[in-house]
């Protein structure tokens, strides 16, 4: 029987498919591997080993150790973006996007999604002092999310949600530290007493913790 020329065509986009889903595990791996062994620590052969993959079928994929760690940090970032950036993004302009981003946050790490906590904190101090394209992919991402964040503040104040006088690029990098440090605490302590705690810290940050407009003071 002779294949008609749509048989052929969904026959060569199934090995494609299946060849995106294969590199998206090995991926979504390489991200939780990463956040325990670091960036540097991650290579073809620890990797293969991780996931029982041959090195010759993962080279198929990447072709050398920094081509792995692009694709590792783009692939956290889309993680990153689906679990904290977009509920964010969901919640009303202002004073609620920047409760929302914190909160997305805590419970990333609440729900344990990669074994050494936020791929991206990591990251950022493993490799600050390693110039090069991996050190720039993560810089850039870090540069985006406080941006996002002083954006979220900006609104807020314009709004008059936050109190006269705040300042959007104080107040953001008062928040990205919080978050950091309940990352860096939950991970050491493997204790979310601390998220909840750091989420009481936001919120009295905020103005969130005690009745009425936090904006009208």
Known sequence: ??????QK????????????????????????????????GLSIGNLAAAIGMSKSGLYAHFGSKQELQLATVEEAGRIFDDEVVQPALAAPAGLPQLEAVCEAFFE???????????????A????????????????AF???????IRGFAATAIEQNQLPHGEDAILLAFELNGIIL????????????????LARQ?????????????????
Not at 11 to 29: K, V, Y
Not at 185 to 196: E, G, I, R, T, W
């Open 181 to 196: 440090a309940a990352d860096a605490n939950f991970v050491l302590h493997d204790n979310p007493a601390v998220l909840d």
């Open 142 to 148: 870090q540069t985006g999310f406080a941006g996002l």
């Open 9 to 40: 065509t969904r026959a060569a986009r199934r090995p494609r498919a299946d060849g995106e889903r294969t590199r998206g595990a090995i991926l979504r791996a390489a991200v939780s591997l990463a956040t325990v062994d670091g960036l540097e």
């Open 201 to 217: 810290v936001v919120r009295r940050r905020l103005g969130l913790s005690g009745h009425g407009d936090p904006g009208r003071r």
């Open 124 to 139: 950022a101090l493993e490799m600050g002092t390693r110039p090069g394209p991996v050190k720039d992919a993560v810089a």
């Open 1 to 6: 029987m002779t294949e008609t020329a749509e």
């Open 108 to 122: 990333h790490l609440r729900r344990r999604t990669f074994p050494g906590g936020c791929f991206f904190s990591g």
